[in-house]
């Protein structure tokens, strides 16, 4: 790192345009990442605090490389660093060594350095050891996934798509099926395409949406989700939220309590509301349905011990076999909100059909919205 | 100090009716929303053994002054009428007190009605020492 430290300091230094740590938050997008490359990065800041999650694009689609705290940079020490940072670092150890981040935001592109340094480099000449010498890449990121035709295409996939097939070494029987055609949801939404496509417009793999799905998952607060292979394609369920009868999240950690819990602040309409009524409990799962098979929903209704299950029982990850699948026009992103109602403390929740709000309106109440058409 | 006989009474019936009312009818809020469920009558059964004795005891004297049976005014010591006053707004105060907090640690109807039984436990000694106080004022002044 001490080599490294020449050129950090010379980075930050050489930042000409300032900004509020506020225009780094979001959700970036790498429309030239080929593999290895790193494809999306998601910011939040919250105050001076700012973290960076990154996501590589590898031979399985897209690797997560999880979420570190960054550091902010002011143009001095006594500036305000909300309001006039311009650079962001973030340090990130691989199995093999340690990638710094160096984020700046100029034109609303994040320009980022990454300077990668493997382990077992001493203080002697690189030349001299073993390991890989430490290198630099810069990439530049989106903020506005929008379709544009003008734009040149993306590169060219780094393999070739092949559907999933018992033939490529991954068989089908591995991945859990997600119950088709699906239960019947209590709202549903077609997420339009063009909050999916890279900034091209263009083609792409279905890993490239699931990793778009994710980073907005993960801007919006959903840390666990699992999938699930459909025909032609893949599901990807969401943890059980608590909502409030609008649709908006509970506060945290209430969100993700099973039950509803006592109040935890004091509010008087709150504390009204929970003296005098039975104290519902109103309870969320989006399953996004990534297929270009059309489909329609079952008539039976799913239990709400069901689908919570459907989180544990579902995969980590994409699979390759399913992530290598073009993102063909005939694709369509379908969220399924499963919304069950728990009608007092101790009860059976059960399911919600039809919802009282639309599709849309579950997807823009959790943020998802917002965050996918940004 | 001896205070009028007929002035504690009516302060006493006052603070009784007022704070039981005012139980009552957060009670028939609560059991007409729902608060409790399918409990609402093991909730009731907790409420009305809590105050209701003790109203049929005021109630039972102004009807017997009404009557003009036996009834004799006079004065009453101030020490037992702050006593009986004070045990009587400590007590509502803790039936309140049961009721009001419910949303604060519990979530389930089964949960409040645990509540207000771990609160029968203090409450039923409690609600001994009030009638003795109030019966003593009472009886005493109809002697």
């Given amino acids: 790192m001490k080599r490294l430290a020449p050129c950090i300091l010379g980075l930050i230094l050489a930042s000409p345009v300032f900004a509020s740590l506020h225009d780094f938050e979001g959700f970036w997008y790498n429309p030239d990442a080929r593999l290895s490359d790193l494809v999306t990065i998601v910011v939040r800041t919250e105050g001076s605090h700012v973290s960076v999650h990154v996501w590589q694009h590898c031979d399985s689609g897209t690797c997560d490389w999880g979420q570190v705290n960054g550091i902010a940079y002011a143009l001095s020490a006594s500036a305000n660093l909300a309001d006039s940072a311009h650079v962001v670092s973030a340090v990130f150890r691989r199995p093999d060594g340690e990638v710094l981040l160096i984020l700046r935001v100029e034109d609303r592109l994040l320009k980022v350095d990454a300077l990668t340094h493997f382990k077992g480099q001493g203080p002697g000449p690189p030349e001299a050891q073993q390991a890989p010498k430490p290198y630099a890449v810069a990439y530049t990121f989106r903020y506005t996934p929008t379709a544009t035709a003008s734009k040149p295409p993306p590169p060219p996939p780094p393999t070739s798509a092949t559907p999933p097939s018992a033939a490529d070494g991954h068989p089908r029987e591995k991945i859990p099926q997600f119950p088709w055609p699906p239960p019947r949801a209590s709202a549903m939404a077609l997420v339009p395409r063009s909050f999916l496509t890279a900034p091209t417009g263009m083609g792409g793999q279905l890993a490239d949406v699931s990793g778009r799905l994710l980073a907005a998952l993960d801007l919006?607060?959903?840390?666990?989700?699992?999938?699930?292979?459909?025909?032609?394609?893949?599901?990807?369920?969401?943890?059980?939220?608590?909502?409030?009868?609008?649709?908006?999240?509970?506060?945290?950690?209430?969100?993700?309590?099973?039950?509803?819990?006592?109040?935890?602040?004091?509010?008087?309409?709150?504390?009204?509301?929970?003296?005098?009524?039975?104290?519902?409990?109103?309870?969320?799962?989006?399953?996004?349905?990534?297929?270009?098979?059309p489909f329609s929903q079952a008539e039976a209704a799913v239990g709400r011990e069901e689908a919570e299950r459907w989180l544990a029982s579902?995969?980590?990850?994409?699979?390759?076999?399913?992530?290598?699948?073009?993102?063909?026009?005939?694709?369509?992103?379908?969220?399924?909100?499963?919304?069950?109602?728990?009608?007092?403390?101790?009860?059976?929740?059960?399911?919600?059909?039809?919802?009282?709000?639309?599709?849309?309106?579950?997807?823009?109440?959790?943020?998802?919205?917002?965050?996918?058409?940004? | 100090m001896k205070l009028p006989t007929d002035v504690c009474k009516k302060r006493l019936t006052l603070e009784w009716f007022v704070g039981s009312g005012l139980l009552f009818f957060v009670f028939l809020f609560q059991t007409f929303f729902g608060?409790?469920?399918?409990?609402?009558?093991?909730?009731?059964?907790?409420?009305?053994?809590?105050?209701?004795?003790?109203?049929?005891?005021?109630?039972?004297?102004?009807?017997?002054?009404?009557?003009?049976?036996?009834?004799?005014?006079?004065?009453?010591?101030?020490?037992?009428?702050?006593?009986?006053?004070?045990?009587?707004?400590?007590?509502?105060?803790?039936?309140?007190?049961?009721?009001?907090?419910?949303?604060?640690?519990?979530?389930?109807?089964?949960?409040?009605?645990?509540?207000?039984?771990?609160?029968?436990?203090?409450?039923?000694?409690?609600?001994?020492?009030?009638?003795?106080?109030?019966?003593?004022?009472?009886?005493?002044?109809?002697?």
């Fill in chain 1, 220 to 293: 919006c607060g959903y840390s666990e989700h699992s999938f699930y292979a459909v025909p032609d394609g893949f599901a990807l369920v969401t943890q059980l939220e608590q909502i409030n009868p609008d649709g908006t999240p509970k506060q945290a950690p209430a969100r993700w309590a099973a039950d509803v819990p006592p109040l935890r602040s004091f509010s008087m309409s709150d504390y009204l509301k929970a003296l005098f009524t039975a104290n519902p409990g109103y309870y969320r799962i989006i399953v996004f349905v990534v297929t270009s098979h």
């Fill in chain 1, 314 to 374: 579902g995969l980590n990850q994409l699979p390759d076999t399913i992530g290598k699948l073009p993102f063909s026009e005939a694709v369509a992103c379908t969220a399924l909100i499963y919304e069950f109602e728990q009608r007092e403390a101790g009860k059976e929740p059960v399911i919600l059909i039809p919802s009282d709000l639309t599709g849309t309106d579950h997807l823009a109440k959790s943020r998802l919205w917002d965050v996918l058409k940004r």
């Fill in chain 2, 35 to 143: 608060h409790y469920g399918e409990k609402a009558s093991e909730a009731w059964g907790w409420l009305l053994p809590s105050v209701m004795p003790t109203l049929l005891l005021i109630a039972s004297v102004w009807t017997l002054d009404a009557l003009g049976k036996g009834v004799k005014l006079g004065s009453v010591d101030g020490f037992i009428f702050w006593l009986a006053f004070s045990l009587s707004a400590a007590y509502l105060v803790v039936v309140a007190l049961t009721i009001l907090l419910q949303p604060l640690v519990a979530t389930s109807p089964d949960e409040y009605l645990h509540l207000m039984n771990q609160a029968s436990l203090f409450l039923g000694p409690f609600q001994g020492l009030v009638s003795a106080s109030l019966g003593a004022f009472f009886v005493k002044s109809e002697s």
